[in-house]
């Protein structure tokens, strides 16, 4: 697992410079590169949720775009549309801000579900058809789309389809008082979080990250045994009496991949039944929904897929 280890080596110490605390959330969105996937936010305004990627595109070298969702944002203003050339009497396509290596949406509800709708094709195939005619995405594209748990007005909801297209829900808190205290301390020494030239940070060239994601896909190996504990926990999801959506298939591979991810960031070419344990909040929180006597009872997703761990046995 050399290439995997070096590439969260590398990243660790270059966000430690950025990003005070939040090593979960970090760890997270590498997760969600090494595996090719797609990220969904959730976290109150102000906690450092568009500085981390930033910050991760110029670790790697990639390209950063951002989108601030509205709730009048078109399709052709995300994807690209075909503009007429008056001097040839031709159409030529203007790209989007889709057509980069990160892409973070801003606040993803806000969008009306039209335009919500524009990245499925993104997400899931990688690439962008207007007109009939099909533009290829970069190799590196990735979603991060943020929203806030706490303002609901003025948004939409994203459909369960949508929800099914990102590989994981992270929620981000707030950090500690300790975390806290050493931000002002930065702040107050110096530290502009719009400026990341002046951080220093040492980039990787964006194929070590290639390497990582192909010896995560090829080298890590998953027994029997654990393949059917991922199959367990999935299906649980769609008989736990207090859900009424239970996870897809498409669930039960997201699980195995990120478990795959998180053993090879331990620097282990095999999987755990604890890499599977602590890939299952972040995989499933989203794929889940509570009926709503389950709601009235002040339960929470978390809260429910932790008992359904609980309840089944873990493969020796």
């Known amino acids: 697992m050399d290439a995997v280890a070096a590439v969260a080596e590398h990243v660790r110490q270059q966000m430690s ?23 969904l936010l959730e976290g109150v305004p102000g906690i450092a949720k568009t500085l981390v990627v930033k910050a991760l ?41 889709v057509f980069t290596d990160f892409l973070l949406v801003d606040e993803v509800n806000r969008m009306p579900p039209r335009t919500q709708a524009a990245l499925l094709e993104c997400m899931e195939e990688r ?42 829900k992270i929620n981000v808190p707030y950090p500690s008082a300790a975390e806290e205290a050493e ?56 008989e736990s009496p207090a859900l009424s959506l239970g996870a897809s ?24 039944p604890d890499d599977i344990k602590s890939a299952a909040l972040p995989v499933l929180r989203h794929r889940v929904m509570l009926k709503p006597e389950a709601e009235l009872e002040g339960l929470a997703p978390d809260q429910i897929i932790q008992d359904l761990l609980r309840a089944i046995e873990v493969p020796q």
């Not at 410079?17 to 990220?39: F, N, P, S, W, Y």
């Not at 007429?84 to 790209?95: C, D, I, V």
């Not at 964006?206 to 991922?230: D, M």
């Open 249 to 272: 298939p498409r669930a039960a591979v997201f699980l195995m991949q990120v478990a795959k991810a998180q053993a090879a960031i331990d620097a282990r070419d095999y999987v755990i």
């Open 183 to 238: 931000l002002l301390s930065r702040v107050q020494q110096g530290f502009n979080s719009h400026d990341l030239e002046s951080l220093g940070l040492q980039a990787l060239d964006s194929a070590a990250l290639t390497r990582a994601q192909e010896e995560i896909a090829t080298a890590v190996r998953v027994e029997e045994g654990l393949l059917s504990y991922i199959v367990q926990v999935v299906r649980a999801t769609r």
């Open 57 to 97: 595109g110029a670790v790697f070298q990639l390209r950063f775009q951002r989108v601030q969702a509205t709730s009048d944002l078109m399709p052709a203003d995300i994807l690209g549309t075909n503009v007429l050339n008056l001097a040839t009497s031709t159409f030529s396509f203007h790209a989007g801000p």
């Open 17 to 39: 410079k950025v990003i005070v605390g939040q090593a979960e959330m970090l760890d997270q969105c590498l997760i969600t590169l090494l595996c090719r996937g797609h990220a």
């Open 127 to 168: 690439q962008v058809t207007v007109d009939g005619t099909s533009h290829q995405l970069p190799s590196f594209f990735t979603v991060f789309a943020t929203q806030n748990p706490i303002e609901f007005e003025g948004t939409y909801p994203l459909p369960e389809a949508q929800l099914d297209r990102f590989l994981l």
